[in-house]
């Protein structure tokens, strides 16, 4: 394949034949969970668009999509993405290049390559950002992705800090900003509650929130109280029996964000009423239903749902929505700049090494995440 080197600081004989060099990764040859995953060696990725990077990761964070993804969860999608994907390469064949796979959504590390269209990155900068969902992740000693989701790391972060930030940042953004329409300047007006306090993505929910002003209840299990209070929020205990009955009852929510994993619609009743507020779920239904449908009657199903859902909730004058990660070079930008001025600060429950992601992978899946997990190549 074509390899399209503007600069690099990889040995020239290095650059010329990255295609050739081999990097380890852990790959599964089939949606058999953790017990599939395979430290392997295979080829470094080479940059086959004018506008990729290569990064060499010295840290990338394990999110529940990358345990998901291994065990199959949105592989029809995926596969129409890579095929398009690929056609964007100009690569005309039908091997959607499903496997082996490398899951890892998100990463820290220093630029080693460009394409010839880059402008905004040179060799040896260090940098953070995600890699999109049809390439091969970012659980590998190199990673190719777009510059575009490239953003440089601010200096006073570690790499393991830095990766622990971008996919859940972004996901947190999307919630917010673009599903929930909550702007910083409407935010001192706000009112918001958030379940799943705690968590890789609800950690920074609450400090993007708080660093605008906005008015925030985070739910969080009892230990971790004092870390989502740290996060300038008010935190409760949503296992105490009253705390669910005392937020209805107390109401006058303008947004509910659930960032669980499992819905609770009970929570839409502390919206306000007719004020155009919404409960918005980061668990939706739609590529489990395509899954195990196909497209058209995955759609159709997913469609009918969310209809469905708001037929009843709009009744009572208040809007369910699904949200969804997306990338996003403005918001990495801001969000780097906020990591810069310490307005949100990473927070990692645990780092493993990279030899160790299988364990990784298997502490994700346990859940009761206290922010991040991330392996360290370093
Ligand atoms: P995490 O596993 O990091 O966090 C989930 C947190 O929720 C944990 O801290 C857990 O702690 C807490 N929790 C569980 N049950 C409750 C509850 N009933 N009330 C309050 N807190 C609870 O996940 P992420 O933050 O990375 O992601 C959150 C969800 O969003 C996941 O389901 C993920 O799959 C999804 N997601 C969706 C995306 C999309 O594009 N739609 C993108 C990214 C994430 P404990 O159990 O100890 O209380």
Redesign the pocket.
Known sequence: FSVSCRKSSLQPEEAEAVGELRMRAWQTTGYDGVDGLLLGSVRVPPILLPRDVLVRVQAASV???DT?IINGYGGEVLNMMRTLGRLEQGILDDNQMEFPLTAGRDFAGEVVSVGQDVKSLAVSDRVFGVVSPQRQGSHAEFVTTAASNVCLMPNNINAEEAASVP??AL?AW??VMVTGMLTPDAAPRSKVLL?????????IICQLLSSWGAQVV????S??LDLVTSLGVEALD??EPTTKDMLIAEGGFDLVI?????D?LDYMKALKPWKGCSYI????PLLRNIDSMGLAAGLFKSARQVLCRNATSLSEGRAYK?????PNPWALNQLAKMLASQRIRPVI?KIFPFTEAPEAYRY?ID???????VLSLS
């Open positions: 999110n529940p999509i998901a996919y859940a996901t999307s919630a379940l799943g306090a705690s968590g890789g993505v609800g950690t985070g739910l969080c299990s230990d971790a949503y296992r659930n960032a669980t994993g499992e609770d779920t980061l668990s939706p699904w949200a969804f990660y997306m429950d994700v859940g009761h995440a206290r922010g991040k997990t």
